[in-house]
């Protein structure tokens, strides 16, 4: 069955987000500092059309984390825009301009109902309104048997973790403090429900831990 | 001159220690679990004057934690016992019985005046009310040119760092939950002084990130 995996960069205090996030600065205060090591590789560079970049370890992880993806999963803070319901008259298309670098069906956590907006590349955002375990299966259908990215933000991601539901976690350790803003962790709990480190991977400005159930290929970090 | 080496196990949601810690449970409910990695080691049986124990990454970790340290500092809660004023009629002489592990001068941050408690094996705890500041220039003095071990507890540790003190910081991160509990950055803000992360050791239920200042002989992590 196609797994939900979950990837995401958190400071070493724990935060996914700045404090006081906007259209302007989506990531809040200081949250780009969470993303500095993943700018200047090849692969995401690749990934949205550009030429050229850094091949290092954090080059593998990224390339492993786009491979065997057909669906993803977001919150309706991470496609963005505004709260509340959504604006019709000037509809908020998400950050990502005609052709998102997705290329598969995307689905919206969002408690505002919205027809699917159809983008350019194979990129369809599809908005759910009957939550988690209900975009989950709506993913799975459309992943035609591949996996399932979830891409947080830090709201939804607590929901499918406190569930039980994430197959694998991928966590993007930056070396940094941000002292405020969206925690990652926070209401999910003392209970990982299964998922064990599996690898660290150490690279320029970041150290990558991955966890799995233990009904996956990798063993146990040894 | 002597550097300040701070280290720590912390949950990947940022505790160094459970909530309701008491005598009973001094490192409150589910905080042994931040420890699991340690207490097989070698290294750490070695220390606490037991044979046997397993060698992994984790050893060589341990071991140069231990070396080259010539005095310790800890607060007030680490020392333990109760809160408030010393109980003069049966006092608190720590967790660690008639001869301590530190074999070395041991500073303990406190609001409540009392006299040096002299135990075996080298070990003498020395209980400092002038703050942070004045007993790390206490405890330079006392290592006599090695460096000096920050043991904490978090508020401790959170004074120094926040001072921007700290030369060395290791953190032990175990991938598991507390979800809740003491945090080790609570307060500390968005700066870490020039604490760069400098290596990554994965190893069996633990990765150590190792950060250091800018004029340490570590290279940042590549």
Request: aromatic share 8%; glycine share 14%; net charge neutral.
């Amino acid at each position: 069955m196609s797994r939900l995996r979950f990837k995401i960069s958190m400071s070493l205090d724990g935060f996914v987000a700045g404090p006081n996030q906007s259209v302007k600065e989506p990531l809040g205060a200081g949250g780009m500092r969470l993303h500095e090591w993943v700018f200047t590789l090849k692969a995401w560079r690749a990934m949205h059309g550009l030429e050229g970049g850094e091949v290092n370890e954090s080059n593998r992880v990224v390339e492993e984390s786009l491979a065997g993806i057909g669906a993803t999963i977001m919150g309706r803070n991470m496609f963005g825009g505004h709260p509340g319901p959504w604006d019709a008259k000037n509809p908020w298309n998400g950050w990502w301009g005609a052709n998102p670098p997705f290329h598969h069906p995307v689905f919206v956590l969002t408690h505002h109902a919205r027809e699917p907006l159809v983008l350019e590349g194979g990129t369809t955002f599809t908005f759910v309104t009957g939550g988690i375990a209900a975009a989950l299966d709506l993913a799975r259908k459309a992943a035609g048997g591949r996996d399932i990215s979830l891409a947080g933000g830090a709201k939804a991601a607590q929901q499918y973790l406190a569930a039980g539901l994430v197959d694998e976690m991928e966590i993007h350790l930056a070396p940094v403090l941000l002292g405020s803003g969206e925690r990652l962790f926070d209401g999910v709990g003392a209970d990982l429900h299964g998922l064990e480190l599996v690898r660290t991977v150490a690279a320029p400005g970041v150290t990558h831990l991955k966890f799995t159930k233990g009904d996956s290929p990798w063993p146990r970090q040894k």
